[in-house]
Each structure stands twice: as C-alpha cells, then as structure tokens.
C-alpha cells in the first residue's frame, strides 16, 4: 500500500523557518519525481515545488521561488521541504504526491501538514 506520510505540524513567526517533510513507503520511491502542493485556506490547490528521482533536479512556483527548497533523501524516502522568509500568505496545508504534474491529477497523496506562519 502506497503512503505518503507527512510528519507533524508546524508554526514559525512572520520571516522564520521551517522543515516540513514527509516519508513514503508501499513503493519505490527512488524511481519517482516527487511533488509539493499546498492549499491555504479558502483558495484553490496551488503547486509548489518538484524534485526529480535522484534530486539533481528541481523546480519552484513562483510564489516561493528563492525562498523554499526542496530535496529528498532517497535512502530514508525522504521528501523534504524548506522554507525561508516565511509570510502568512504562506499558511497552508502542505501535501507530498507522487509524480509530476501540476496542482491536481496525483494518484496518491499525503494527508497533508498544516504550516502557520503567524504575524
């Protein structure tokens, strides 16, 4: 069975930092691009960021283009996502998928972590 597991909550002030990550397991996570959507509250899904197999290639949303950093630790199956100079535009729910391709259309999901960034 297919999990993507995210791993706590988090809470940072308005321009701090945090780690959210997610662990998979049920497949073999080295042979997929992995994914970061997130959903802040009443507005649509948005898409994030994406890291492919072996983590030598990413790519960010505009919105946190130079702020955020995603890498993957295919030993652990691992995903992690860093964010730096945090807004409460940023408050959201953060969700791990399986695959590439933009905000929706992902087969399998994590059940999302919940980040606030507080002002």
């Known amino acids: 069975e297919v999990q993507l597991l995210a791993l706590g909550e988090a809470w940072c002030s308005l321009g701090g930092y945090l780690r959210v990550s997610c662990a998979a397991s049920?497949?073999?996570?080295?042979?997929?691009?992995m994914t970061w959507i997130r959903q802040a509250p009443g507005k649509e899904l948005e898409w994030v960021s994406v890291?492919?197999?072996?983590?030598?290639?990413?790519n960010y949303g505009d919105s946190v283009k130079g702020r955020f950093t995603v890498s993957r630790d295919n030993a652990k199956n691992t995903l992690t996502l860093e964010m730096n100079s945090l807004n409460t535009e940023d408050t959201a729910l953060y969700y791990c998928?399986?695959?590439?391709?933009?905000?929706?259309?992902?087969?399998?999901w994590g059940q999302g972590t919940l980040v606030t960034v507080s002002s």
């Open positions: 890291i492919n197999e072996g983590g030598t290639w990413s």
């Open positions: 049920g497949f073999t996570f080295r042979h997929y691009h």
């Open positions: 998928a399986r695959g590439r391709a933009g905000a929706t259309g992902y087969e399998y």
